[in-house]
């Protein structure tokens, strides 16, 4: 037997369910044997060093489903996810930021006027129904999409086959994640820009260590260049397990570009999402180009059911016989006939017609188009609106009416105990050091604070790639610490097949974790007074307010 126990929880305790364990604990005498309760506030999922999620697929059913009237179930799942960002914000910013001023004593440095409070953006997946059908072409996207990838806890899981030196097949299993310097340095690039810097740094490398393959070739100038020359320099294994991985994914999906005719689809995908083409003119015959591609046999399914989607989202009307034009070349299975259908339930119409409200749409998207023209790529040019929303909060443009300032002015309540061991046992969930350690330039220069405080992203219903590396490209313009999260983590091609499954009965979908449903009365049968609850401690050294969780809900 052990002599005592310290109960650790990964979320803020229900207050409830604290009442009833302590009365529980006194009306068995092991009060006395428990030395403390902690609330650790990190039931989430560290993704990236500025991702996470919630890491609950079904909620997106629940939320957005067709039965509306199970409104108790979904008033369980926003408490749920309200408690889980309260995890999100005392966790990732709160004890981070403690912890930092605690090693760095000139941190943070005297403002004036002081540093206004960090935002918390809550958004859902109706704000921008474009983004999860486009294809992306960027390396960590474009990898999730034509890949068979599995998201995995420690990142992203690819398996591969490649040809050994005695010329037999070898499959090779990779995890790309934080620790990989070469997918960090590459993930967000433009694939023909992540081939070009993979072989431009293979290349330095081999003029660096003035090397040569076994046929005297020097520099790469394809990736099979590049593969053919790591595969006669085994002396460098290091460097060959490096960029072998990157340079197999690079190449593969090169490979689905090409077979799928991703050109010719992206192409038209990025004229009907930007509502122009890339010389600035109005799309013409957008309806003959996508019949062409819905009645080529290649094309399949998924793909047909990706642009018919993105044209309802997309266009100014719609008329109900053209969506049957297309339907009839198409020829899809009713699964994707039903994520047509069920994309009434994100709040996209099936049937639009030219009103001023289409007139507005015309000008946001010319809005869009002018501010994107530092992107290079044809096939690029579409900015998340999620990023838009981000880019007008920082610099004051945003509507207020559409996202009002609901911050309110909390008194803090001494209502938990806090210790300073508490501070020692935060686990460190980053695995690199965020912008608050920038160093400025000189050798001995102190960290560089942010530029203004940080912005916290939270869409309901699942994020895009496209969107976390708006997250990146973020952070890196203004100088802010920007995180953003989700229930989940969405590639098109999934997202299409949650869509089909709104308008099925998802009440049997149950939570990994059983709703509290007990009774102090009912359980506990013999109470003794005399003895005190444990301690009861949260992770952050602010202690938060017992009730604070029940504010989150107003939001």
Request: charged share 25%; aromatic share 8%; net charge negative.
């Amino acid at each position: 037997m052990y002599a005592a126990a310290h109960v650790h929880f990964i979320n803020a305790l229900d207050n409830n369910v604290f009442t009833e364990l302590t009365h529980m604990l006194n009306a068995a005498n092991a009060a006395n044997h428990i030395k403390s309760l902690k609330e650790m506030y990190v039931d989430f999922i560290v993704r990236e060093h500025c991702v996470y999620t919630l890491d609950n697929e079904s909620r997106f059913l629940t939320l957005f489903g067709s039965d509306g009237s199970n409104t108790s179930q979904i008033e369980t799942q926003l408490d749920n996810i309200a408690k889980e960002l309260l995890s999100v914000c005392v966790t990732l910013v709160q004890a981070e930021l403690d912890n930092f001023c605690a090693t760095n004593p000139e941190f943070p440095p005297p403002r004036d006027p002081p540093l206004p409070s960090g935002t918390l953006i809550l958004l859902d997946r109706t704000i921008d129904p474009t983004a999860p059908f486009l294809h992306e072409f960027t390396y960590q996207a474009m990898m999730a999409d034509l890949l068979k990838v599995e998201e995995v806890p420690t990142g992203l899981k690819y398996e591969y086959t490649y040809i050994q030196e005695d010329g037999t097949d070898h499959k090779q299993e990779v995890t790309l994640n934080e620790q990989d310097t070469v997918y960090t340095m590459i993930r967000h690039m433009h694939i023909a820009s992540t081939t070009e810097k993979l072989i431009e740094d293979f290349n330095r490398f081999m003029n660096e260590n003035k090397i040569s393959s076994n046929e005297g070739q020097t520099t790469a100038s394809t990736l099979n260049d590049m593969k053919n020359m790591i595969s006669n320099l085994p002396q460098f294994q290091e460097m060959k397990s490096k960029y072998s991985a990157q340079m197999t994914i690079a190449n593969d999906c090169m490979a689905e570009f090409k077979y799928q005719n991703l050109e010719a689809i992206g192409l038209l995908e990025q004229n009907m999402a930007c509502g122009e083409t890339p010389e600035g003119d109005e799309p013409k015959n957008l309806k003959e180009d996508l019949i062409s591609i819905l009645d080529d046999p290649e094309t399949s399914e998924m793909v047909k059911t990706r642009l018919i989607l993105l044209w309802i989202a997309t266009a100014e009307t719609i008329d109900p016989e053209d969506l049957e034009e297309l339907l009839s070349y198409a020829r899809l299975d009713q699964e994707y006939k039903d994520a047509i259908t069920n994309i009434s339930l994100l709040g996209v119409q099936l049937s639009k017609s030219a009103n001023k409200q289409g007139q507005k749409t015309k000008n946001r998207k010319k809005k869009k188009a002018d501010a994107q023209q530092e992107v290079p790529f044809d096939l690029s040019r579409y900015v998340p609106v999620v990023k838009r929303i981000v880019e007008g909060h920082i610099d004051g443009t945003i509507d207020q009416r559409l996202f009002p300032n609901n911050i309110r002015t909390v008194k803090q309540q001494n209502l938990r105990k806090n210790t300073a061991e508490a501070v020692k046992e935060v686990p460190k969930l980053r695995v690199y050091k965020t912008q608050w350690h920038k160093k400025s330039t000189g050798a001995n220069a102190a960290p560089k604070p942010p530029s203004g405080p940080p912005v916290i992203i939270f869409i309901v219903g699942g994020m895009t790639y496209s969107e976390i590396r708006s997250a990146y490209e973020l952070a890196e313009t203004f100088d802010r610490e920007v995180y953003i999260g989700s229930t989940h983590i969405i590639t098109p091609d999934k997202f299409v097949q949650d869509i089909s499954q709104l308008d099925k009965d998802n009440s049997r979908i149950e939570s990994v974790i059983p709703p509290y449903t007990g009774s102090v009365h009912d359980s506990v049968k013999a109470i003794n007074n005399d003895q005190k609850p444990p301690p009861r401690i949260a992770s952050s050294t602010n202690p938060m307010p017992q009730k604070s969780h029940k504010l989150l809900r107003k939001w």
